[in-house]
């Protein structure tokens, strides 16, 4: 990285750290399209040491590395030391989504690579897996389990953004303490929804009859009003339990980006923003376009955002110098991360996909991963559990700006910084601004159709990045300020981070109670250890619970759904009572059964899997529960 960037020895090692982890997203994926996992793993850092090591020859002032290697110690033991941290709180929380991340896990890792759905492996999977490569690397190579690799990943983005957030605002300020400050505040940031304790009961019971709740809110209270005072009702919390208040349904803090791609979105945009260089080089354009290709594994979103950004930023510096410079950049930083969209994986790959089927049919894609814009009128801001607030209703425009909370004042501060870099503006870091900008307006009049709280990631990411480049002007104006202010800006930091810390601390409680998660016990954990990735490659297995077959054993359970929870009408009624001959006509080869599912079969069901041709692969017995494999080729 010295080769190219005049970065200090402090902030080298970590920075590297994190290009190298783009690119081994990056690299993997691409060779794994005609190679198998861990040889595509292989190829990918082979590459990266390989341009290391010439870098590394080709550095003039190599030695220098080796006087000052010290200097590196201090942020790598502290970034080690917070990935012990998250790794143990992550362990302890088994939440958003894991009965369907897990199975991707294990799938990649089994050799479905590029991977499909899980569910019907005849479709390609339109997901955000870049995080899933790596835990799947980790559970090939190192022998641990789906649940531990993907807790280990999501920690290593979160240990990696409080440090990268640590570096770049210590550049912005020049100041230790500034620049912890702006790293916890990136971390703990979040919605000040919990305001709402200190309204009046009158106006909340009015909102009551004004917003829709959705998503997870349904689940934990029947009215904002309950809300208040329940607890969030979700699987996989283990011993605690948060107060729903304290839950972002417009901006989470990032100690709650416990989802399928953890930090890598703060991640990323950190990353960006010290890869920046002062004079852009070939070495630059090559390793900024690569972890921009990354985004399309990662956060489909924040590669659009960036994309779009950066554009308006080339069109503005041509329409201001009045020729092509910017867009010959543009073209240069794009051209390698687009084609990796288009044609590597993930969602814009099956989206574009989709788009180049539809010439000549009429037929509407439709299934996993599809997605569909709609224009949206008058303007509404999006939530994740209030549904979309009406702008031009008093009581949820009071609503909406309570959630925005300091964001309100924050916000203003970054436009007047792109103002006052009017004439000299960079496609990176302006691009992020504008896009940011953009995306939170387009939000207010564009959703996504079938999705409640779909565009809210956008939504979500462009706050992040607000606020990441407001703290460091929130610096500059603490400067020479009188006390007032200054108080001021620390009561609007704090009342941004409360949320994030109340959580954060109950998050720790967690660290005495590990489980593996909310479908997986001692039995599942028996099998795993003993026969994933052991049965045939085309072995097609029959669960209850085909989330945990999948994780289990790594082996396909069918095209049994359309999309995430969208069960297809012939597995409902084939997994209520099947009896072996049923499950062989769908092309299952084997069985894997419970003692809660096998409690529900009719007498004649319990005697039809009794059949001769029925082969007990094995049978495990623990506390009034028990697991069995079947073998049912035997039967066809």
Known sequence: MRS??????RESAIIGVGVGFCLVIVLTNLAAHGLKLQVAYSLAGGVIFAAGIISYRFYADRLRIWGEWKEAIPPVLVFLCLFWLFLKINQGLAIFDENYNLPIVSRIAAGDMPPHFPFDPAQPLAYHYGLHILAGITVKLGGFSPWFAFDAWRAFTHALLWVLAFFWFERQTGRFWAATIGAAVIYFGGTTQWLLLFAPQGWVEKLNSLITLTNTALDSGKSLSDLLVNHWNIEGLGVISFPFIFIGSLFKPQNLALTSNGACVGLTVLLLLLLVPRQWRWGHLLIVSLVLGSLALTAEYLFGL?????????????????????????????ILPSALALFGGGVISVMFQRWLESFGTQVTQTGQGSLGFEWLWPPSLPTLYFGRLSLIQIDTLLFSLLLLGPLLFLIPLVALQFRSRWKSLCLIQDGLRLGAGV??????VIGL????GGITRLLDTALLILLIFSFPIVCVLWERRPRWIQ???????????????????????????????????????RFYTTYWDRLPPDAQIFDPNPVRASVVFGRSVGSIASDYGQWLPHWEVLSQNPTPK???????THAYLDKQFWSKFTQTTKTAWQAECLKLVDGQDFDLDFRRLY??????
């Open 582 to 588: 049923q499950l062989v006509d769908e092309g299952y």
């Open 306 to 334: 960036v994309a779009l950004g950066s554009g308006l930023v080339a069109l503005l510096a041509a329409a201001q110098q009045k020729n092509f410079s910017a867009f010959r950049l543009l073209a240069r930083l794009w």
């Open 449 to 452: 159709k079938d999705s409640v």
């Open 439 to 444: 995306c939170l307006v387009a939000t207010l």
């Open 631 to 636: 073998d049912l080729r035997a039967c066809r």
């Open 4 to 9: 190219w960037y005049n970065f200090s020895t």
């Open 487 to 525: 108080a001021l800006i620390a009561l609007n930091l704090i009342l941004l981070s409360v949320g994030g810390m109340a959580t954060f601390s109950l998050e720790l409680l967690a660290v005495s109670r590990p489980q593996f998660t909310t479908f997986i016990d001692d039995l599942d954990v």
